[in-house]
């Protein structure tokens, strides 16, 4: 994949947080030579000496002061056990996640739930079905699952524009359960929100569907049972 499919896909702006002025200066130039119109988010050191993160939208890139060397990969501390790069990624996501109004999902909530994932779906997904006949004993497990829409073949797309009608349905919950399961429902035509959750989806780093994301930014991509998920909400 070309460098700049990578760092454009999702592009948003986020803080400008620079390690140092002279930093910035030179890693932009560097940049400059083969991405001339790519927007740098911030910069800073890593653990590993002459070499730095350099956050473009969601995407995590590595660099050498003067450019010459650039990874698009994962640091991993083996000593701590801990993906940095996931946890850099993470953090980007929780304000985007914490900004998602309480109407823009559609939420199935447990009646004692303490903790929530988001799920971005696709009424045609298989495994979308298979999480979502899961979702009673995630409930019970006191989960909240709260969908967001992510026609994978498009805002305009027979799914996604099927899944406007979902969340304009006056029982959505009914409506997007009928949806998976192509069952017949109610629905009609509203100011929806799925083409910007579809963008947001984009901003995050979705490439497939179901994609779980945790409050705290941790994406867990695919279908998870609920065992798993529980385990993983455990770790946060």
Known sequence: MKFSA??????????????DDSLKEELNTAISRFLPDVKVDSIQPTPIEGLYQVMI??????????????IKGEILDIKERRNLTEDVRAG??????????EDEYI??????????????????CGYCRKLHRDVPELNARGISVRYLAYPRAGVESAAGKEMSQVWCAEDRQHALTAAKNRES?????????????????QKLGVRG??????????????????????KQLKLK
Do not use: H
């Not at 760092?7 to 390690?19: D, Y």
């Not at 980007?92 to 109004?101: D, G, P, S, Y």
């Not at 447990?110 to 009424?123: L, P, R, S």
């Open 209 to 230: 569907t179901p994609s779980i994301y945790l409050a705290n930014g941790r994406n867990l991509p695919g279908y998870l049972p609920p065992d798993e998920i529980e």
């Open 6 to 19: 990578i760092f454009l896909f999702g592009l948003f702006l986020s803080s400008n947080v620079f390690a």
């Open 57 to 70: 939208g969601p995407d995590v890139i590595y660099m050498t002061r003067d450019g010459s060397y650039v």
């Open 107 to 124: 939420e199935f909530a447990g009646e004692n739930a303490n903790n929530f994932i988001y799920v971005f779906t696709d009424i045609d």
């Open 185 to 201: 429902f109610e629905g009609k035509t509203c100011d929806d929100p799925v083409a910007e959750q579809y963008v947001l989806g």
């Open 92 to 101: 980007t996501r929780v304000n985007l996640l914490k900004a998602i109004n």
